[in-house]
């Protein structure tokens, strides 16, 4: 059974999440960098989220879109809800998910691979944001 409940859990959860790091000072400035457009759809519930690094507001290094988008994604991945909560726990290996299809990709790889180092401490921001929100249920994977 799917741990996320709807489309507007995905958002609530995830969605908030890459708000958050959005304004990160840790984070963010590397994921800018990167000038990417990049698109999770995700399946079980059905949703989608875009990060834009193209066009930011003040004090935030990405912009957040949720649902659908006109948007042109430079990269997309495509993958359970429950799969992306896997991979933001630091629990699931992207390399791993691409290879065994728990994740798919279309776009520059090596451009999303280039992003890793930048966002491994959100691995540990994203645990202590389900345990801030009283979300221990998507602890366990």
Known sequence: MAKFSSSEDVYNVLGTFFREAATDDQMGP???????VIQFTYTDPDSQITI??????DGQYFTVIEGETDKQPDVSLSMKADVANQFWLGKLNLLM???RRQMVAKGPIPKIMKLL?????AY??????LEQIGRSDLLQV
């Open 124 to 129: 540990a921001k994203y645990q202590a944001y």
């Open 52 to 57: 834009d690094t193209t066009n930011i507001a």
């Open 97 to 99: 998910a691409l290879s």
């Open 117 to 121: 180092p930048a966002i491994t401490p």
């Open 30 to 36: 590397e994921i800018q960098k990167s000038k990417l």
